[in-house]
C-alpha cells in the first residue's frame, strides 16, 4: 500500500461549487497533516495545516480522521483562482514528510 | 518564499556534465532540503539538513551530493548528470520540529 493516497482528478466544477479531496495516509504513527497549493510550473505553498479536531480558514476546511487515516480538504464557493493542485502531507514520527501526487482542481466560470 | 532564494531558475546539461544547483536562506532556518519533483510521482527527499555540518540522505540520494557549510547555504551537487535527473528541483526549509516547509521557486533542469 502507498504510504499516501491520493485522487488525481481533475475535478472540475463550476464556480461557486463546494468541493471536497481526501487523501489517506498508512502510517499510523503519523503526527502532523498540511495541505498546499501548487500553482502549475510553481512551487508549493502551504495552504493550512490540519488540526484533530478540524479548522477553517475562510472558504477552506480541513478535516482529520485518525481512526480512517485520512484527511480531507473542503472548498466552498470555489473560485477560478482555486484552480491548482493540492497536495496533502503526512509528517512520520521521525519527522519525515510524505507528499501525496496532488489532485488537480479545474474551476470553470 | 520564506527568503529562500534559489538559482539557476532553468538549466540545460549534457549526460555526464556536472553541476551544482544553489539554495540560499536569510531566515536563520537550521532544516535545510533538497527535493525532485516528476509528474505523477510526488515530491521526493534528496537530502537534508538539520545545521551547518550536518546531512543526511533522504528517499533518491544517489546521484547527488550536498554540503552544509554554513546555515545559510545548502548546494546541491549533481556529479554527472543522467537523463533521469531531468525534473523539477525544490529546496526547502523549515524551522524544525513539525513545522511545515516553505520552498524557493524552483530550478527547472534538462538533461539531454
Known amino acids: 500500500r502507498k504510504e499516501v493516497e491520493q485522487d488525481p482528478g481533475p475535478f472540475n466544477v463550476p464556480e461557486g461549487a463546494t468541493v471536497a479531496f481526501n487523501c489517506t495516509y498508512s502510517?499510523?504513527?503519523?503526527?502532523?497533516f498540511f495541505w498546499y497549493r501548487q500553482d502549475c510550473r510553481k512551487e508549493p505553498k502551504l495552504l493550512m495545516s490540519v488540526y484533530s479536531s478540524g479548522n477553517e480558514d475562510g472558504r477552506f476546511t480541513a478535516q482529520l480522521s485518525r481512526a480512517s487515516q485520512y484527511i480531507s480538504l473542503l472548498i466552498r464557493d470555489s473560485k477560478l483562482s482555486d484552480s491548482a493542485t493540492y497536495l496533502c502531507?503526512?509528517?512520520?514520527?521521525?519527522?519525515?514528510?510524505?507528499f501525496g501526487s496532488g489532485t488537480r482542481l479545474l474551476v470553470r466560470p | 518564499n520564506a527568503g529562500v532564494t534559489q538559482t539557476p531558475k532553468f538549466q540545460v546539461l549534457k549526460t555526464g556534465q556536472s553541476m551544482t544547483l544553489q539554495c540560499a536562506q536569510d531566515?536563520?532556518?537550521?532544516?535545510m532540503s533538497w527535493y525532485r519533483q516528476d509528474p505523477g510521482m510526488g515530491l521526493r527527499l534528496i537530502h537534508y539538513s538539520v545545521g551547518a555540518g550536518i546531512t543526511d540522505q533522504g528517499e533518491v540520494p544517489n546521484g547527488y551530493n550536498v554540503s552544509r557549510s554554513t546555515t545559510e547555504d545548502f548546494p546541491l551537487r549533481l556529479l554527472s548528470a543522467a537523463p533521469s535527473q531531468t525534473s523539477v528541483y525544490f529546496c526547502a526549509v523549515r524551522t524544525g520540529g513539525s513545522s511545515p516547509l516553505h520552498f524557493g521557486n524552483g530550478t527547472r533542469l534538462t538533461v539531454t
Open positions: 531566515m536563520n532556518h537550521e532544516y
Open positions: 502531507v503526512f509528517m512520520d514520527s521521525s519527522y519525515k514528510l510524505i
Open positions: 502510517n499510523s504513527a503519523s503526527q502532523s
